[in-house]
């Protein structure tokens, strides 16, 4: 029979481990109450929503899915029916976000760490015509424009653009800073993928624009030029760096301060993102699995930021 003393002791163990117990759960919040993770078009996207997904699962919270495009999810942040877009590409707010923002009907919990690229990029081979590079000064020199240019463009060097229908930049800078360049436009991004596929496949010079993250870049080694220098105020006429943030609801932080606190430590890099992309995009796996075998080999990536919440 156990003794009055010993069922004190195990009275006061069992009490303290509630305290702990309760003290790690009450950060959760509203628990049984699901949290809605936008998702927008594009795999990438997708991606930092699933992997943000899960790990809020082991956190202890549930999680859905909502289906919406970039700009009509801030119609759903505000009829309460999307929480948080994990993934907001600062060069594509459109005109509800701002003001959004300024009504405090939404917030940013930090950059997502994803170093978005977008600007000139070019393949090794390049480097053997335009041995300055990166410095964009290099697309000044002769020898350089001619070992770039075609039958299209003599006695300019080639710069491959975005299609046309994506805007104008390329032209633009290319104007601005007078280099011997014409920006030609591919005709679409399987057009570009299959640019910079056989210009890489036969060691070749290019000089193209292109982005980050994307899959093809978990296969193809691409370097990134140094752009001219550019005034933001220019608007179109600059290609500028693109931070990638990532945005809750008001009243977030109340309602779920555990993954408040989550969301604010959770970083995914391009690497990371290209990847999965490119198991998914071209190797067409499912991305809750892609996700998951993600999540399973990168504990200590995020243990971390699920410790911080607990606290």
């Given at each position: 029979?156990?003794?009055?003393?010993s069922i004190?002791?195990a009275?006061?163990a069992g009490f303290?481990?509630?305290?702990?117990?309760?003290a790690?759960?009450a950060p959760?919040?509203?628990?049984?109450?699901?949290?809605r993770?936008?998702?927008?078009?594009?795999?990438?996207?997708?991606?930092?929503?699933?992997?943000a997904g899960?790990?809020?699962?082991?956190?202890g919270y549930?999680?859905?899915?909502?289906?919406?495009g970039s700009?009509?999810q801030?119609i759903?942040?505000?009829?309460?029916s999307?929480?948080m877009?994990?993934?907001?590409?600062?060069?594509n707010?459109?005109?509800?976000?701002?003001?959004m923002?300024?009504a405090k009907q939404?917030?940013p919990v930090?950059?997502l760490g994803?170093?978005?690229r977008?600007g000139?990029a070019y393949?090794?081979?390049?480097?053997?015509?335009?041995?300055?590079?990166?410095?964009w000064?290099a697309?000044l020199?002769p020898s350089?424009?001619?070992a770039l240019?075609?039958?299209?463009t003599?006695?300019?060097?080639?710069?491959v653009?975005y299609p046309?229908d994506w805007g104008t930049?390329?032209?633009?800078?290319i104007e601005?800073?007078?280099l011997p360049l014409t920006?030609?436009?591919?005709g679409s991004?399987g057009?570009?993928?299959a640019?910079l596929q056989?210009?890489?496949?036969?060691?070749?010079?290019?000089?193209m624009?292109?982005?980050?993250p994307?899959w093809l870049l978990a296969?193809?080694?691409?370097?990134?030029?140094d752009m001219?220098p550019c005034d933001p105020?220019?608007?179109?006429?600059?290609?500028?760096?693109?931070?990638v943030i990532k945005v809750?609801r008001?009243?977030f932080?109340?309602?779920w301060p555990?993954?408040?606190?989550f969301?604010?430590?959770?970083?995914?890099g391009a690497?990371?993102?290209?990847?999965?992309?490119?198991?998914?995009?071209q190797?067409?796996?499912e991305?809750?699995?892609?996700?998951?075998?993600?999540?399973?080999?990168?504990t200590?990536?995020?243990?971390?930021?699920?410790?911080a919440a607990q606290?």
């Amino acid at each position: 029979m156990l003794s009055a003393r010993s069922i004190c002791l195990a009275a006061a163990a069992g009490f303290a481990s509630l305290t702990v117990s309760l003290a790690t759960a009450a950060p959760l919040g509203d628990a049984q109450a699901p949290i809605r993770i936008a998702l927008n078009e594009w795999t990438g996207q997708n991606i930092t929503a699933h992997v943000a997904g899960q790990l809020l699962e082991k956190l202890g919270y549930k999680v859905q899915y909502v289906t919406a495009g970039s700009f009509p999810q801030w119609i759903g942040m505000q009829d309460g029916s999307i929480d948080m877009t994990p993934e907001l590409w600062t060069n594509n707010l459109g005109e509800i976000y701002p003001k959004m923002l300024e009504a405090k009907q939404v917030e940013p919990v930090g950059d997502l760490g994803l170093n978005a690229r977008d600007g000139w990029a070019y393949t090794d081979a390049t480097l053997a015509i335009c041995p300055s590079l990166p410095d964009w000064k290099a697309l000044l020199e002769p020898s350089c424009a001619a070992a770039l240019a075609t039958a299209e463009t003599l006695p300019n060097g080639r710069l491959v653009d975005y299609p046309a229908d994506w805007g104008t930049a390329s032209a633009n800078e290319i104007e601005d800073f007078n280099l011997p360049l014409t920006a030609v436009p591919a005709g679409s991004e399987g057009a570009l993928v299959a640019e910079l596929q056989a210009a890489a496949a036969a060691d070749k010079p290019l000089l193209m624009r292109f982005w980050a993250p994307h899959w093809l870049l978990a296969k193809v080694k691409l370097n990134w030029l140094d752009m001219p220098p550019c005034d933001p105020k220019d608007g179109g006429r600059c290609i500028l760096p693109s931070p990638v943030i990532k945005v809750v609801r008001a009243g977030f932080g109340e309602k779920w301060p555990a993954a408040y606190a989550f969301m604010k430590q959770y970083q995914l890099g391009a690497e990371d993102q290209q990847k999965m992309m490119l198991e998914i995009d071209q190797n067409k796996k499912e991305i809750g699995a892609v996700v998951s075998a993600w999540v399973d080999a990168n504990t200590t990536r995020w243990s971390p930021w699920i410790d911080a919440a607990q606290k």
